[in-house]
């Protein structure tokens, strides 16, 4: 069985709390695993998670501020030391390239040839990624900063009723959805679409550090799982604007307008204790009506499953997009 979870590492901003870690997120994704904006501690994190160094084939960053990339030389020097054999994809702003390499050699140990680097620039960049499709778009932060989003090809439900009706069973099932026809027991020829329906794939996008912008929106369309940051309440919004960040309720509106399925909130400033987390709840419901989550390090949560709604979400993600104030 496919296997589709986040894995929180880390939930904190600029700097860690007694209970939240720095930034740091695995998207286990059928075989494959996305690091995310690995900060420091994400190493004694993973294992605290039950999760390793061979999980790791992406390691994404979204930018060079500290707590989302000074994780980085433990990591890369944690897939030397266990021998990791797997090729494993680097992403990360360009113009950052002097950081990435101080990270990737920031100490001496023995090195590891595994690691290809992928730097990011201009307004779309797009890498397949086993099952998935890996896209970057750049966000609004005082440095350059991208956002992510993976998205599952579009595939057919198969419907065995309609499959029964047609005589259609055993190998033939494979066939069919191999070659696209099979014939029947009484020899016609049956098509795909004849015994089965659209099946929208799943999709995910990582939102971190960034005003409202156009890229965010983007990247957030009809996903089945975002998860972005909301590093500030609504009495900070200037605060917030200011330093290149999203409050709570604005999260919610990215979701909302974006057709989102489910959202994650996290990346909190060290301003706030547990007793704000229903705060952030409800400004973000203020907006979105589907599933919130409030991260906290370690928790897991699944990719939400696909269901018939997704083209439905997307035409009303649009619509809203539409009527409502730039």
């Not at 929180?8 to 870690?21: I, Q, Y």
């Not at 160094?53 to 500290?66: A, E, M, Q």
């Not at 991260?295 to 409502?324: C, E, F, I, N």
Request: aromatic share 6%; charged share 20%; with cysteine.
């Amino acid at each position: 069985m496919s296997l589709r979870e986040l894995v929180v590492l880390g939930t904190s901003s600029a700097v860690p709390t007694r209970h939240r870690n720095h930034n740091g997120y695995l998207l286990r994704w059928d075989g494959q695993g996305f690091l995310f904006d690995p900060g420091e501690g994400t190493q004694r994190q993973m294992l605290h998670a039950g999760v390793g160094s061979h999980d790791i084939t992406w390691i994404c960053v979204t930018h060079f501020h500290g707590d989302h990339c000074l994780g980085v030389p433990g990591i890369v020097q944690r897939i030397a030391r266990d021998g990791v054999a797997h090729q494993v994809q680097a992403a990360y702003p360009a113009g950052g390239e002097t950081y990435w390499r101080r990270l990737r050699h920031a100490s001496s140990f023995a090195d590891t040839s595994v690691i290809a680097e992928r730097p990011l620039s201009g307004p779309v960049a797009a890498f397949e990624a086993g099952p998935v499709t890996l896209t970057a778009r750049p966000l609004s932060h005082p440095v350059e900063s991208y956002g992510y989003r993976l998205d599952e090809p579009d595939g057919r439900r198969m419907l065995p009723e309609l499959l029964a009706e047609r005589g259609i069973g055993g190998p033939s099932v494979g066939e069919l959805q191999r070659t696209g026809t099979a014939t029947a027991p009484d020899g016609s020829v049956v098509h795909l679409a004849d015994c089965s329906e659209p099946r929208p794939g799943q999709s995910a996008a990582f939102i971190m550090d960034t005003r409202l912008c156009e890229g965010a929106f983007a990247l957030a369309e009809g996903v089945d799982l975002l998860i972005i940051e909301s590093t500030f309440l609504s009495s900070e919004a200037r605060l917030a604007e200011e330093y290149g960040h999203l409050t709570a309720a604005q999260a919610g509106r990215i979701a909302a307008e974006s057709g989102a399925r489910s959202l994650v909130l996290t990346h909190f400033s060290e301003r706030y204790d547990a007793g704000d987390g229903p705060r952030f709840l409800e400004e973000a419901h203020g907006s979105f009506d589907g599933d919130v989550v409030l991260a906290h390090d370690l928790m897991r949560v699944p990719v939400p499953r696909r269901d018939h709604g997704t083209s439905h979400r997307r035409a009303r993600s649009q619509a809203a997009k539409a009527s409502s104030p730039s």
